[in-house]
């Protein structure tokens, strides 16, 4: 005979108390990545690329590439910047730069504190813009990886 207390235990929380429990873990998850990562200039927000704690330490360190350069575009001024000339808005497409060895191959990790160093990410129109939050990424070509941003 097995023992369903737990169950019924379970089965009791409210939707307010799942909601509770689930920011909780949400808290946490960004808090260990926050310490983990250390992003000093805070510029981008990685925080949706991953589902959960162990999601982020799982894929955080892993190779992303063989390629030991990689370019990664930031071209949210001429999506988002509505407000901008279009010749001015060209002129904050980024490419930043992260480079790997054989010995280390280029991770998550890598690419995310690169962004965070380049001055691109400093620029006050680039600070200003809402769209921070990198929702996730696809390759355009074997050396260039485009975030997808959202705010």
């Known amino acids: 005979m097995s023992d369903t207390s737990n169950d019924s235990n379970y089965s009791s929380i409210s939707d307010q108390e799942q909601a509770e429990y689930e920011e909780i873990l949400f808290e946490d998850f960004m808090g260990y990545m926050s310490n983990d990562l250390k992003l000093p ?11 959960d704690i162990d999601d982020y330490k799982e894929r955080i360190d892993k190779p992303l590439t063989d390629e030991l350069t990689i370019l990664v575009k930031d071209a949210r001024s001429t999506i988002y910047w509505h407000d901008y000339d279009p010749e001015v808005a060209q002129g904050y497409v980024n490419y930043t730069t992260v480079k790997g060895t054989r010995e280390t191959p280029i991770s998550l990790r890598m ?3 690169a962004m965070d160093k380049d001055p691109h990410y400093g620029k006050s129109a680039v600070q200003r813009q809402d769209h921070n939050l990198l929702e996730f990424y696809e390759w355009i070509n074997t050396i260039v990886l485009d975030f997808y941003y959202g705010s």
Do not use: A, G, H
Request: net charge negative; proline share 7%.
């Open 111 to 113: 690419v995310l504190v």
């Open 41 to 51: 200039n805070n510029n981008i927000d990685p925080y949706c690329l991953f589902d």
